[in-house]
């Protein structure tokens, strides 16, 4: 029993001591925290969404859902073989062109009337505390820090693994101008060195104006945040860029909800939206959108285009890893919405509507 005892009081302290590391990041304090405590969106110590939001469906249990992560794994759920892509240089890029170059999972370049975006950049090889886990597929870790030019904007969608990597992050403080992120995740930055100075932390309903007729606004999402054990501290968010020609949504991570609709009268449409599509599950459909609503919250958006991302690189569900890009190019057989789908690496005229893209996930086992 002493023995127990021991072990236990000892295994306690080895993950208080892991957690303690600096790629968990901080929790908001000072200033920051009295702005967030100031927040109609942080209730009961967290952050909220707007309507009820279970972390599993009614329908669904821990037990269940745990006996299928260890039990139920899909012999499909990770590509057979290394996918093979090339990678555009981003360093060499016409700065007129308005283009776009996904990096896998949720990370992206976007060059837009001159100015260079990059979002949610995971550039380890894993999504995890740990390197050992969440492993990237072979071929899609295609970029590093190093083939990223210097940044007028980086943006956090919000402080989850897959989305806030430590390790890039930290590498990209030095290329980036400024970035863009939802209130509360600025804590995590600062506390890995970045100048607090070219933090913007935005709220829901927000908005920052960037300069000559370049503005951001943050929207809600819904979905939740946290590092550790302690969630919602920071706020998870949608972001729109708007220049003087143009408007990109930028979903991050959400469950399908009325605030789609809400945003595309608010905006009265976008040029282009950016938008999940994968690592879902029917247990928890209320913070991942299933592919039979990916469709329907671009059209709530009045998107003229759509990308859909967080697929492909990394398997946090069950499904096979190319079931997101089969299941909607099929949906989108009867919608026929302008759907680009791009290889890894691969530049996006995204103006471009003539251009036909390659179910290239289908040459892979």
Avoid: C
């Avoid at 009337?113 to 969440?134: C, E, Y």
């Avoid at 969608?157 to 403080?173: A, G, P, Q």
Wanted: proline share 5%; no cysteine.
């Amino acid at each position: 029993m002493i023995a127990l005892l021991v072990f236990v009081i000892v295994f306690a302290a080895a993950i208080f001591l892991f957690m303690q590391l600096p790629q968990f990041g901080k929790e908001p304090s000072g200033k920051r925290l009295e702005r967030i405590l100031k927040s109609p969106n942080y209730q009961k110590d967290k952050f909220d969404n707007i309507n009820f939001t279970p972390q599993l469906a009614a329908d669904a249990s821990m037990p269940g859902v745990m006996f299928r992560f260890f039990f139920g794994k899909n012999k499909n759920l990770i590509p057979k073989e290394k996918l093979n892509f090339q990678k555009t240089n981003l360093k060499n890029l016409n700065p007129d062109e308005n283009i776009y170059v996904w990096m896998g999972h949720s990370s992206y370049f976007i060059q837009i009337d001159g100015k260079k975006i990059l979002v949610d950049p995971v550039f380890s090889g894993n999504a995890s505390p740990v390197n050992f886990t969440t492993k990237a597929f072979g071929g899609t870790d295609l970029y590093s820090t190093e083939d990223i030019p210097d940044l007028d904007y980086l943006i956090i969608t919000h402080d989850h693994w897959d989305h806030l990597d430590y390790e890039t992050v930290k590498k990209l403080n030095p290329k980036a101008k400024q970035v863009i992120t939802g209130l509360g995740t600025g804590e995590h930055l600062e506390y890995w060195n970045y100048d607090p100075k070219k933090i913007i932390e935005l709220d829901w309903g927000e908005n920052f104006e960037l300069g000559n007729g370049f503005k951001v606004y943050a929207e809600t999402a819904r979905h939740f945040s946290g590092r550790g054990f302690k969630r919602n501290q920071a706020i998870w968010a949608s972001f729109i860029f708007k220049t003087p020609k143009r408007k990109i949504y930028i979903g991050g991570d959400s469950g399908f909800d009325d605030h789609f609709e809400k945003i595309g009268k608010k905006f009265g449409g976008f040029d282009l939206a950016i938008l999940e599509l994968g690592q879902y599950n029917k247990d928890w459909r209320y913070i991942h959108m299933m592919p039979e609503e990916f469709l329907v919250a671009a059209k709530n958006l009045k998107a003229e285009r759509i990308i859909p991302v967080h697929n492909s690189k990394f398997a946090l569900a069950l499904h096979d890893w190319k079931e997101p890009l089969q299941k909607i190019t099929a949906l989108n057989e009867k919608e026929n919405r302008r759907l680009i789908t791009p290889k890894i690496g691969e530049k996006v005229n995204w103006e471009d509507d003539s251009k036909t893209y390659e179910q290239w996930w289908e040459a892979y086992e």
